[in-house]
């Protein structure tokens, strides 16, 4: 069953999407913990970029969205190999992902909607 998960794209201060998407990949630094969340993204899960829409705004823009081909891991950050399936930025409602990684999330009932504005699913 394939899992949905949503990534920010900045390191240090910099946006890197436009890299990540030139490159096909999508680079997740641990900040000094490593989240075992990234470990659980398997070949075929889907991941979508988001970032935030500043301070106090209640949703986040999707910027891109990908199915993963590959995973490695460095000694701080997973590299996803991804195919990029759509390159476009909207807004849609955050549901607190505010942070770096957020997932695993199914669809079902209560998030049947949200991940269809996502990923175009």
């Given amino acids: ?23 096909n990949y999508l680079q997740v630094y641990y ?8 470990h659980d993204v398997q070949e075929g899960d889907r991941i979508a970029i988001k970032s935030r ?3 106090g705004s209640s949703n986040i823009t999707i ?10 891991e460095t000694a701080d950050c997973v ?10 930025s909207r807004e849609v409602e955050s549901r607190g992902c505010f942070r770096r ?14 991940l269809r504005d996502i990923f175009a699913i």
Avoid: C
């Avoid at 394939?2 to 946006?15: F, K, M, Q, R």
């Avoid at 590299?79 to 399936?85: K, R, S």
């Avoid at 199914?106 to 909607?113: W, Y």
């Fill in 1 to 23: 069953m394939t899992s949905y998960y949503l990534a920010g794209a900045n390191h240090d201060g910099e946006d890197k999407t436009h890299h990540f998407l030139k490159h």
């Fill in 63 to 72: 910027k891109a969205v990908g199915v993963v081909e590959g995973i490695t």
């Fill in 31 to 38: 900040d000094g913990v490593i989240d075992q969340r990234l």
């Fill in 53 to 55: 829409n500043g301070q």
């Fill in 79 to 88: 590299i996803f190999f991804m195919t990029w399936t759509e390159i476009n």
């Fill in 101 to 114: 990684f957020h997932g695993p999330y199914e669809k079902n009932r209560s998030t049947r909607k949200w």
